[in-house]
């Protein structure tokens, strides 16, 4: 979302939030986090990927999955097209990719929503690769992190986009009842469907500052209700106060504010069998190899 | 009891008051019955062909029609006794989801469900059965009471969506029904759940994931409301785009039959459960004994393996 201006060849750009013109090495310099004033300008997949992974670490998985237009949707231009258009600018099939990396050593499998995506909506494609690698941390009892941008459901796949939710939720506990931890990355926005489904589910929930995040989009908290609203509401500083975040986390420290803690809360879920046959079993020798390929 | 009539079933409304003044008039012995039989035979056409070739608009108006039965009302059909349960032991007690322990056929079973209330008071009372964060949270209560003691759950579904307030968004909305959905997901016990209503949303799922997912005949169940979808495709929510909406969104009980997403649609008499509340509670009644009847019969590893498969498999996706 990183809006350049015309002027400068291309150099400068403007800050969404002060207005400050910005050269635009120095914004990538720093990570795109505004230096006059902390605004951090949305990410897209790819970018956060090179953030948060170690350089050459990710493993992309079902990178060929991607949705169609099931119920023949009367959108303008159609659905089909539109998929096809998005993925020809993005240069990927869907609003979310899936794989495993290293956050500093660390092996994750992870999921990351690209917001130039449609929105990051949710569809049955973005639902089939975060529960198929939500089920591959299971099977390798890796931890997962899922870093969310999204306005949440993808309303062109009508009741497929629903049920999504449920599909997630369901993955989710399997892992919990396997005894994986599962930190969930919150970025602007995260709302609707995937809020309510995936991103509040960590065992851990880290946001990046001043991130849109809740149950319902601002238009629609707009016409339910005349009241004047908090400052703040439905920003990442809000959620915090209000008991739903462990922390909000500048981007600049994000990384290494995840490395620590997936050493910590990873340290015994890696070993530890399964108990009753909801989760994973463990294969004979996995934390053998995991400490060779961990170099712990 | 009087019956309220939908825009488009005005031509019946004329019919049956024509009927009604013609019966008062035999009742007083002043009218023949000739003219009534012919109305009456009239109407049985005219009310077949109005209901058999509904607009998926037309169904949701009937989903959300004021006069249809609501959680509270089948729960009076189908438990011979009932206590109703309160509080999310947190926060609060939400009206917009009732709960509680009662006997079905003689065993007991927790029922949990939205209630929009008839009234227009209980309406108010009950947020038109939008739920906050402590509806969900007291119904995610109320399940782990019931896996606690190997009671089986009935899950009743009719909302517009979940609450979009303030207070909603302050005390966690999406985590509630995130959470609501996850422990579901996990339960230790057999799950029926039935779209009574409407369907709305991430409201309704977080009511909705059974291991048998049924919808009644006139209910719908959607992703968007067909207004809110209509505000984005059309960007207004004229009467003919709010119409079209409904159309594109599938979001009617044989859609979702016709798509895997359901297991059962559940029949309802002509003209809406409201139309004869016995006879709608009955064909319900029915349907929830054969589905329970079924999953008590299955292993707990199956049961849940099966739950977790019917979810995982909803989908489509090219690859």
Redesign the interface.
């Known amino acids: 979302m990183v809006r350049s201006e015309a002027t400068s060849a291309e150099l400068l750009t403007r800050c969404l939030e002060c207005a400050e013109l910005v050269n635009r090495r120095t914004l990538e310099r720093r990570l795109f986090v505004c230096p006059q004033c902390g605004y951090h300008f949305r990410l897209t997949a790819d970018q956060r990927l090179r953030l948060l992974l170690d350089r050459g670490s990710f493993e992309e998985r079902?990178a060929?999955?991607?949705?169609?237009d099931?119920?023949d949707?009367?959108?303008?231009p159609p659905y089909g097209q539109r998929l096809a258009e998005v993925a020809a600018r993005t240069g990927h099939r869907e609003a979310v990719l899936t794989g495993t990396g290293r956050v500093d050593g660390v092996l994750v499998a992870i999921g990351v929503f690209n917001f130039p995506f449609m929105g990051g909506s949710m569809?049955?494609?973005v639902?089939?690769k975060l529960?198929r690698v939500i089920e591959h941390a299971l099977g390798e009892r890796l931890p997962l992190v899922i870093v969310s941008a999204s306005g949440g459901?993808r309303?062109q796949?009508?009741?497929?986009?629903?049920?999504?939710?449920?599909?997630l939720?369901?993955?989710?506990?399997?892992l919990?009842?396997a005894g994986l931890p599962y930190v969930s990355v919150l970025t602007d926005p995260t709302?609707?469907?995937v809020?309510?489904?995936?991103?509040?589910?960590g065992d851990v929930n880290l946001a990046e500052p001043r991130a849109l995040?809740?149950?319902?989009g601002p238009r629609?908290?707009a016409q339910?209700?005349d009241?004047q609203?908090?400052a703040d509401?439905?920003r990442s500083e809000?959620?915090m106060k209000?008991?739903?975040l462990d922390a909000v986390v500048a981007r600049p420290e994000l990384r290494r504010t995840l490395a620590r803690l997936l050493r910590m809360l990873n340290a015994r879920a890696a070993v530890r069998p399964a108990d009753d046959?909801?989760g994973a079993r463990r294969r004979p020798g996995a934390r053998a190899a995991r400490r060779r390929r961990d170099g712990a | 009891m009087a019956v309220t009539y939908l825009d488009f079933e005005l031509p019946l409304a004329a019919l049956d008051t024509r009927i009604e003044t013609l019966r008062r008039a035999r009742e007083r012995g002043a009218a023949e019955s000739r003219e009534l039989r012919r109305l009456e035979s009239e109407r049985r056409k005219l009310e077949r062909t109005l209901y058999e070739t509904l607009s998926a608009w037309q169904r949701v108006e009937l989903a959300r029609h004021v006069d249809r039965p609501q959680t509270l009302d089948y729960v009076a059909r189908l438990c011979a006794d009932f206590f109703e349960l309160h509080g999310d032991r947190a926060f609060g007690d939400d009206a917009a989801i009732v709960g509680g322990i009662g006997t079905y056929r003689r065993e007991p079973v927790m029922v949990v469900g939205h209630q929009r209330g008839h009234s227009t008071q209980e309406r108010l009372l009950r947020n038109f059965g939008m739920a906050s964060p402590e509806g969900y949270r007291k119904a995610l209560r109320l399940f782990h009471t019931a896996e606690r003691l190997g009671i089986p759950i009935l899950t009743f579904i009719d909302t517009q969506g979940?609450y979009?307030?303030?207070g909603?968004?302050?005390?966690?909305?999406?985590?509630a029904?995130?959470?609501t959905?996850?422990?579901?997901?996990?339960l230790r016990v057999p799950i029926v759940s039935v779209v009574i209503g409407e369907g709305g949303?991430?409201g309704a799922?977080?009511l909705?994931?059974g291991d048998r997912l049924l919808m009644q005949e006139y209910s719908c169940?959607?992703?968007?409301s067909p207004e809110?979808?209509s505000s984005?495709?059309y960007r207004d929510r004229a009467p003919e785009n709010v119409a079209?909406a409904a159309e594109?969104?599938?979001?009617t009980a044989r859609?979702?039959y016709r798509?895997g997403?359901i297991d059962e649609v559940v029949n309802e008499p002509v003209g809406g459960a409201h139309r004869n509340p016995r006879r709608a509670g009955e064909a319900l009644e029915r349907s929830i004994a054969h589905h329970l009847a079924e999953l008590k019969e299955q292993s707990l590893?199956s049961l849940?393996a099966r739950?977790?498969e019917k979810?995982?498999g909803?989908?489509?996706?090219?690859?």
């Open positions: 079902d060929d999955l991607g949705s169609r099931v119920l949707f009367p959108d303008e569809g049955s494609a639902g089939e529960t459901a309303m796949e009508g009741i497929y986009s629903l049920m999504q939710m449920a599909k939720a369901a993955a989710l506990g399997r919990r009842a709302t609707g469907g809020a309510a489904s995936v991103a509040l589910l995040i809740g149950f319902a629609v908290i339910t209700i009241e609203l908090p509401f439905q809000f959620l209000h008991g739903m046959g909801r | 979940a979009t307030g303030v909603a968004e302050q005390r966690g909305q999406a985590e029904i995130a959470h959905l996850r422990g579901m997901a996990l949303s991430g799922l977080a909705g994931l169940y959607s992703v968007i809110g979808c984005i495709l079209r594109a969104l599938r979001l859609d979702l798509f997403v590893a849940l739950r977790y979810y995982r909803i989908g489509r996706y090219l690859e």
